[in-house]
Nanobody, 124 residues
């Protein structure tokens, strides 16, 4: 059974930084991609970033490009989202997700597996 566990959320002032972690267990992930999504109150799910587990190729939403960096540690089965220059509009619950298809993650906003979410709040 696949499990995804996020950590690292919290409250930060605008301009600050946070690093989210997503630890995966339950299977091998070499053919998968992992992504971060977010959902703000009253808004729909938004793709943030994705990384292909094997190649390390990364993909970003325009709204976070240049500020957020997604990375992975294969030995720890963990994916990170380094968030810099945070803005109040980045406030949301952030979810990690796992799926074989980057396209499904990035375009369809769907995934086979989801974490429970971690709250990120950016104050102005």
């Amino acid at each position: 059974q696949v499990q995804l566990v996020e950590s690292g959320g919290g409250l930060v002032q605008a301009g600050g930084s946070l690093r989210l972690s997503c630890s995966a267990s339950g299977r091998t992930f070499s053919t998968y991609a992992m992504a971060w999504f977010r959902q703000a109150p009253g808004k729909g799910r938004e793709f943030v970033a994705a990384i292909a587990w094997r190649s390390g190729g990364s993909y970003y939403a325009n709204s976070v490009k240049g500020r957020f960096t997604i990375s992975r540690d294969n030995a720890k089965n963990t994916v990170y989202l380094q968030m810099n220059s945070l803005k109040p509009e980045d406030t949301a619950v952030y979810y990690c997700a796992l799926d074989p298809s980057v396209r499904r993650l990035q375009t369809d906003l769907e995934a086979d597996y989801w974490g429970q979410g971690t709250q990120v709040t950016v104050s102005s």
